[in-house]
């Protein structure tokens, strides 16, 4: 879930190379790695109190964090929602905040690209550690030249996509993180077939999966800009595509976006990859 090691080590290696105490407070759904760290960082010689691990639900463990005194510092990646709440909170100390909230990050494929190659970038930037990362490149947007047979082969590729148990050798995608995640990402599904979209693949639950939180990679055809499906973050194996005709058209649907974390260009091209990638997210 959102590289939940990886997250906390970014937060926490600056805070004690700078020679502050910290306190890591990760997510219920996905705190082993972080008692791991506690644990090596026990074992390597780590003075006690240098580094603090709190376990918990976020109302419990980790609300009183931004409002206490003695936290000089917060810094969060998570829900826009949290994060508002985060900021209030410690406003009201007047207490510095680094937020990494949502995202809704473009890939976007030109017509002079190796189709195979390009597939297979715009799968695993969606589909790799399936969909539940910050960064995940869900709006692809193709021109309009080579989109048929691009997405053609995205689709087929999609549906070969070994789907099972992580301890079971071939696996490519696992489960996803909680029940209400799986809810919402069904959800997502499920309204944007109401808004009019066509699902291309996936959509639903793997026939030969009984239990788990298991959905198979979903590609999504005929989205506009309006749809929910383009514009919020599902935090899951979901991609929504879209096409265009012109480099300038292209930009104008990646920047059409309230969130700005990341963003792709694929080309062969590189004054124009150099080009685009200054002016997107």
Not at 39 to 58: M, Q, R, W
Not at 99 to 121: C, H, M
Request: aromatic share 6%; hydrophobic share 45%; glycine share 8%.
């Amino acid at each position: 879930m959102n590289y939940p090691l990886l997250m906390a080590a970014w937060k926490v290696a600056p805070a004690l190379a700078a020679g502050c105490t910290a306190i890591l407070k990760p997510s219920e759904l996905a705190s082993l790695t972080c008692l791991e760290l506690a644990s090596i960082c026990k074992e390597i010689g780590l003075p006690p109190g240098v580094l603090n691990i709190v376990t918990g639900l976020g109302p419990e463990a980790g609300a009183p964090l931004p409002s206490h005194p003695d936290v000089d510092k917060v810094a969060f990646t998570g829900s826009t929602v949290t994060g508002r709440a985060i900021m209030t909170a410690a406003a009201q100390v007047i207490k510095p905040v680094s937020l990494e909230l949502g995202g809704k990050s473009p890939i976007l494929v030109f017509e002079d690209v190796d189709i195979e190659k390009a597939a297979e970038w715009a799968m695993f930037g969606c589909f790799w550690t399936n969909g539940q990362i910050c960064s995940a490149t869900s709006r692809l947007l193709v021109q309009e030249s080579i989109a048929d047979e691009f997405i053609g082969k995205l689709v087929n590729w999609t549906k070969s996509i070994q789907i099972s148990d992580p301890f079971e050798k071939g696996c490519r995608l696992g489960p996803v993180v909680s029940e209400s995640q799986y809810k919402k990402i069904l959800n997502c599904i499920s309204l944007a077939k109401e808004e009019g979209a066509t699902i291309l693949c996936g959509g639903q639950r793997p026939k030969h999966l009984k239990k788990g939180y298991f959905i198979e990679p979903t590609i999504v055809g005929n989205v506009n800009p309006s749809m929910q499906i383009w514009r919020e973050e599902v935090f899951g194996p979901v991609l929504s595509v879209m096409t265009f005709k012109t480099e300038e058209e292209a930009i104008d649907l990646a920047n059409d976006s309230h969130y700005a974390l990341a963003g792709a260009v694929l080309s062969n091209d590189a004054d124009l990859r150099n080009r685009v990638s200054e002016v997107i997210p």
